[in-house]
């Protein structure tokens, strides 16, 4: 039983057209994207120096001979005490306590940077594996999850982060973790709307019927489809984690003193703003830079994404 | 299209039963349930292509999944080649899966637009690990891709890169490349331009050859069935009108459904279509939440009759037919029957509360 | 409706319940010797152990929660460590600042947050829209404390060294007393907090305004020969509004939780700063009683965004 349609070619009907047309993948051409756009070269020029510069913090620090915490009460302070300003010897002035500037900022985003990218990658991973659970397997495991991360956003989270650091004294791992925390939940949600709609594709049928598991449908099937606005958020709370850390320092309750932070930096030239305008100025500069480095770069890569697409669930 | 002898039964499906609870569950409250598919029992033979027909909603995809295990079912038994299916785990029925093989409706909904084309088709392969490396994946994909009309080259693509058609092919390769006895195929042309229907269908045929398939062939489409299969099974509202061999039903269809469906597949010849008996059903296919009593077919049947509502037809030879031709009507369509005249309503007292169709009316114009 | 109404307030006491619980075991658990601190460090052993008896912090754990909760119910929310003031006394005190601080941002963030979105989606990529963006990621990249640095700097201290004294530096006037110096003193603070978050509504308003504007209906609406003014404003607006009522909510909720820099900086005597000094002071009851307070607005906030969104988009279904 053949049916004849009219025109028909054998399997050459399938066969591509000889023209070496090279498919260019939706990463490929996210890509392209990217690389075109000045504002993410610009973004990404300046978080690349300014990683570079936290690396070579310590390298600075030699050359310069002070370290991020030695005081030099005799040339770093005037007479009344005060911080000096922007000099040969203190390139970019001094703190109140006669530490060199230079150096403690190019240590503060040694701090800015770790928390900043360690607790988002914390954060993605938990809020990607939570949502995809919930998303997935429905049910009461989605239930108590979705009731779990409606739960972790309803928590006010400043206070408790506030709570949470005091009573167990400032740290490093304390301060990743605790905006570790308060992040994870908005991925998660979004995460696990995605994967709602995404389950009902004909194509994860198509995958069960192959015979798939649980784990390979949602980390094979599933997952490609997420990478693109996770990548996104991701991006995007790299600059929110930087500002929560500043914003801990600043109150005193991010990495202990006397580590350099750009944050405790700030909170400690408050009294001293109208004297020694360079106290506030640098570390403010820096933390401005970094941060609206990240946010430009994480729109411009959204716009590579997906130029037309979740705008809306996003933001 | 394939030899049909009686071979033994590669499928066979015992009175299948599969209703879903509509909307939200409530506690307390005792759900309303959608009777897709309510007593089938059917088989598909070693070799053969079976037929299963119906409009949307007649419950012909719920089965599908039904047999395939995609779904549990409500009640029922699924035994395939041998083996009692109806209850295994997702781990017991791994190995089955092997051995049968689903080709999906939509060829842009059921490839994941994200992988890549040859790690779609080798899926099977990895899950089963059956992949002796990723070089012999490569290899066994690739021979998948050959064997549907694909260019091997195209490996590395995304399913974007193709046309429907070739998509189409993609999906039959994922079903394929295991080697698998036995392919349900669900509306697989149905999305497909008419002109590329044909390459498809031409490709199974060819594939049920070489590789000895046998295909479940679900569609609504009369016209592509008759060319495809070898018998054909038509479903109502959750329930089998007829089985027949398809010569057999197209020439003399039993069931006034069946009849009616096949009065509106369209004929080339002007001629022939003009003085063809056009039979026009009245009213619409009724909600399967609340079925009809009786037959099912009852309130749209032109030949209706009190015992249509009092008890259900079973599915049986009627009145000369050989004994591959069974039907589940009272009174089947007899030679000379004109359909297409209206006829009195019975008259129906004991109507079910819920059915909300009105009163019979006299089918035809 | 109801059914909702109960549902969502059932959920929220469980939040609330489970957030208690959190601190409670959070303070516990952790190293702490409030009775110390209000002992003063030269105090005897003795006399810590007498606090400690009179806090009633020697006796156990569940038996502290248990009587906690009795008393909450009841409406006493016990007496700070500190400065044995009734709990809820220095609640009432501190709200009126924080709402005064949060709902003047408020109206403050909408219509500039909204406006420039709107701007923006008007012209998309032009000028406008270009600036809008600067503006938002500008504002996106700023903490709070940042920006209230600089406005202090610039709006306060510059202007003072120029004679004009125009805004102050800090304080809080109640609105009962004296409105404008009520206004004067929360104009910096206002527009501190509202800079940050307009940026994050301007964005939103814009993303969503445009989704609308590219419908099918907008296009018939301009077809049908309506002004432009009316298209965007009536028909487009009251669409693309409701993602942003729904952040609206969100954020007022949360905020009151998260004032506490904004007020740090300008001396408010609101909830933040109690938060913070009761952190400080180690002092559980204040603690608990201003932990309890703003996962309540939120809770609440959330019930009627909720109850919000069913009446903007009659598609929702409350079930």
Known sequence: MTITAPGQAAAGAAAAPTVAIQGRGPWRLAWDRLRRDPAA????AVIVLIVAAAVAAPAVAHAVGHGPNDQYPDVGLTTAGLPVGPSRRFLLGTDNLGRDLLVRVLYGARISLLVGVAATLLATVAGVVVGLAAGYFSGLVDLTLARFMDVVLSFPYLLFAIALVSVHGPSLAITILVIAFFSWAAIGRIVRGQTLSIREQEYIEASWSVGSGAARVMFVEILPNLLAPVIVLATLLIPTAIVFEATLSFLGLGVAPPTATWGGMLSDSLAFYQVAWWFPL?????LLALTLAFNLLGDSVRDALDPAGWRTVIG | MGASQDGDAL???RDVVKHFPVGQRRVGATADVVHAVDGVSLEVRRGETLGLVGETGCGK??????????????????VFDGHDITALSRRQLRPFRREFQMVFQDPYGSLNPHRRVGSIIGDPLTVHGLADGSAGRRRRVQEAMELVGLNPEHYNRYPAEFSGGQRQRIGVARALVLRPKLLVCDEPV???????????????????????LTYLFISHDLSVVRQVCDRVAVMYLGKLAEVAPVADLYRRPRHPYVAALLSAVPVPDPDLSDRRQRIILAGEVPTPVHPPAGCRFHPRCPKARRRCVDQAPELVPRGGDEARHVTACHFPVEPGDDLALPHPPIDQPGQDAGDDLAPVAGGGR | MLRFLAHRLLLGLVVLWIVS???????????????????????????????????GLDRPLPDQYGGFVWRALHGDLGYSYYSSAPVRQLLASRL??????????AVLWLVLGVGVGVAAARRPRSVTDRAGTVFVLT?????????????????????????????????YVPLSQDPAGWAQHLLLPWITLAVVIAATYSRLTRSSLLEVLGQDYIRTARSKGLSEERVVYRQGLRSALTPVVTQLGIDIGGLLGGVIVTEQVFGLPGLGQLAWQSVTNQDLPVIIGTVLIASLFIVVANILVDLSYAFLDPRVRLA
């Open chain 3, 21 to 55: 619980v959190a601190v409670f075991v959070l303070f516990f658990v952790t190293p702490h010797d409030p009775a110390r601190l209000i002992a003063g460090r030269l105090a005897t052993p003795q006399t810590v152990a007498l606090v400690n008896h009179r806090l």
């Open chain 3, 96 to 105: 009126p600042v924080t709402v005064s601080l949060v709902l003047g941002a």
């Open chain 2, 11 to 13: 499928l066979r499906l």
């Open chain 3, 139 to 171: 504002g996106l990249s700023m903490p709070t404390f940042l920006v209230g640095l600089l406005l202090i700097y610039f709006l306060f201290f510059r202007l003072h060294l120029a004679g004009v004294d125009l805004f102050p530096a800090g304080g």
């Open chain 2, 61 to 78: 995809s719920t089965l599908a999944r039904c047999a395939t295990r995609l779904l549990a079912l409500t009640s029922g038994r699924v």
């Open chain 1, 282 to 286: 640098f570390p403010g500069l820096a």
């Open chain 2, 190 to 212: 149905s999305a497909l331009d008419v002109s590329i229907r044909a390459q498809i269908i031409n490709l199974l045929a060819d594939l049920q050859r070489e590789l000895d």
């Open chain 1, 41 to 44: 070269i610009a973004s990404a």
